[in-house]
């Protein structure tokens, strides 16, 4: 039996920690070092370990965090709310991912982006890792699970490329790993990303007790986007077409993962994410990523009208 | 360190290689060679030749230097090579941003020059970053528009209280395009830089005032708000008064008529030849 895996919270920590005892690395941010060393995912090491806390000007935060990538320290940038990436991603997207294009000067860094939801109001709610999808010269992920982490990081280290890590909070005590969800005749395929790929998993098990067949197909690496052969074919097979879910506004990167997939595959997409308006604060007025019962309802209703 | 003749020829040296590249680019403008919008450095010159003139008596090694848009002066003044510049500004692949840069983006790896991606100011956070990242001496070049970018400000505020070795340059020609400082602030960079609690000075484009306020330079962070006054367009080739001062002309009243015609004819000869035989490679 496979030994169990420490949570991803802990896997997070400790290769931030590695990253800067063991390779030279540095990691910076606003607020590292105070309470709750942002949800876990830091180890408690300060500015000699190579924890830099940088002063709360954002736009000039990722500037820093640009030129440290390009002395060659491959910075861990944190963001603590995705929201914030309005304001700490310019140079980021407009420096460090052209830079090897432009000057043929490679500037690699790893931008841990965090999501979280729930009566946090308009702008530190959600995922955006929209945002980046829409600019060349960086790959983006979104790695729920201890082995996705593992992954990137380990791939983030083989190369020189720009990293942006779509995390969330609600994933860090998770502990297991989310395989695909394969079924011979799939009435329907999900593709989701981000946060809603716990909730696609809970809806495709209570759908099948419905005699619905839902496939799920996760996806953490968003960009660039290459399903597998196995997830087409799946696809395809789905009578009633297809949904990316997403953490973020639709408008982005799961319309785009929807496009590609239907140019693949010729499957009718559908997409499901944030509501097209502003979160405020009050439970009535929030604006969450779809749940179980949002996603079982899409699906129930692709699969009747088909 | 004194301010010698031997360094007063080296700097005007250096300046005037910069002036006639500036003045034959303005002409390959007029000619329809230069196929994008360029910026050109003239009357801008001797913030660049002086300080790299400087690190080089002084023996500071190891610099890295970051670069605004109107960058020419400051490339060929820190090293850059001639060749590679004329090519940039011909789009050919084989120039110093490879063809990616035009005027406003060049570079230099073999240089230490770090290029410009347009946004304004932006290579001020990332000239902090990267000085906090290894500790070189750093200097980063801006304008005095750029240098009103807020993340501009915030990056001298954290090289301060980093304590950093860098020397944030601001040429400041009073202009943004065309519009003044004084219609922008009712304040000055180098004041702003003191209520950071860095040192830092205001003066005239006069090496011997850059000079003067050198040493102790890469020792603690400093600002230097040097006054230039830009001889053409902000973008392409023409002038926009016909009366503005020419430090050029001016500093080089200090040497005799004979060795301020014999740098001028070498540099006008250096320009040239270089301009005709990347004309020539391009059109092959």
């Not at chain 1, 809603?196 to 968003?222: M, T």
């Not at chain 2, 860098?166 to 003044?180: A, K, P, Q, R």
Request: hydrophobic share 40%; net charge negative; charged share 25%.
């Amino acid at each position: 039996m496979a030994e169990k895996s420490p949570p991803l919270r802990e896997v997070i920590k400790e290769t931030v920690r590695h990253h800067l005892t063991v390779e030279n690395g540095v990691a910076l941010g606003q607020c590292l070092t105070a309470v709750g060393w942002v949800g876990g995912t830091l180890p408690e090491l300060y500015e000699d370990g190579g924890m830099v806390e940088v002063s709360m000007a954002d736009v000039a935060g990722g500037g820093f965090a640009v030129g440290m990538a390009l002395a060659g320290r491959r910075p861990i940038y944190v963001i603590r709310y995705q929201g914030l990436n309005w304001l700490n991603a310019p140079s980021i997207v407009n420096y460090a991912c052209k830079s090897k294009e432009i000057w043929r000067r490679p500037c690699p860094m790893f931008v841990r982006s965090i999501g979280m939801e729930g009566a946090i109001g308009p702008v530190a709610g959600s995922s955006h890792h929209s945002l980046y999808f829409r600019m060349p010269g960086v790959k983006i992920f979104s790695p729920m699970t201890p082995g996705e982490y593992r992954t990137v990081y380990r791939e983030f280290m083989a190369e020189d490329e720009v990293y942006c890590v779509s995390e969330h909070r609600g994933s860090y005590t998770n502990t297991e790993e989310l395989p695909d969800l394969f079924h011979e005749a799939p009435n329907f395929a999900l593709f989701p990303v981000s946060i809603c790929r716990f909730a696609a998993k809970q809806a495709a098990e209570e759908l099948a007790q419905e005699g619905i067949r839902v496939a799920v197909h996760h996806v953490f690496r968003l960009k660039p986007f290459a399903p597998s052969r196995e997830a087409l074919a799946s696809l395809s097979r789905a009578r009633a077409g297809g949904c990316v879910l997403d953490d973020d506004y639709v408008d982005g990167v799961a319309k785009a993962l929807a496009h590609d997939l239907a140019a693949a595959t010729g499957a009718r997409m559908r997409v499901l994410g944030l509501q097209d308006r502003s979160a405020g604060f009050a439970a009535r007025v929030d604006n969450l990523p779809p749940n179980k019962d949002q996603i079982k309802a899409l699906v129930r209703d692709a699969v009747g009208k088909h | 360190m004194n301010f010698d003749d031997a360094l007063a020829r080296t700097i005007y040296e250096r300046a005037a290689l910069c002036r006639a590249f500036e003045e034959e680019s303005f002409r390959q403008v007029q000619k329809g060679n230069i196929k994008f919008p360029v910026y050109l450095s003239a009357g801008q010159e001797y913030a660049p030749a002086t300080i790299s003139a400087w690190l080089e008596r002084a023996g500071v090694a190891g610099r890295q230097v970051f670069i605004q848009h109107r960058g020419h002066s400051t490339y060929l003044s820190f090293g850059g090579d001639l060749d590679k510049l004329v090519l940039e500004l011909l789009g050919d692949e084989r120039g110093c941003a490879y063809g990616m840069g035009g005027s406003a983006s060049i570079h230099s790896v073999e240089a230490g020059i770090y290029g410009h991606d347009g946004l304004m100011g932006s290579h001020g956070p990332i000239a902090v970053g990267m000085c906090y990242a290894n500790r070189k001496p750093t200097l980063c070049f801006t304008g005095d528009a750029a240098a009103e970018e807020d993340y501009f400000l915030a990056a001298i505020g954290w090289a301060s209280t980093k304590g950093l070795p860098i020397l944030f340059v601001v040429e400041d020609n009073n202009l943004s395009i065309l519009t003044e400082k004084k219609v922008r602030r009712n304040w000055e960079m180098d004041k702003v830089a003191r209520g950071f609690e860095m040192a830092a000075f205001d003066l005239e484009d006069d090496p011997e005032q850059i000079v003067a306020r050198l040493p102790g330079a890469f020792e603690r962070p400093l600002l230097l708000n040097v006054r230039t006054h830009r001889l053409f367009w902000h973008a392409g080739a023409g002038t926009d008064s016909t009366d503005i001062f020419d430090r050029h002309k001016a500093f080089g009243e200090r040497f005799d008529a004979a060795y301020v015609a014999e740098v001028r004819g070498r540099a006008v000869k250096t320009v040239e030849e270089s301009w005709q035989r990347n004309l020539r490679l391009c059109a092959k």
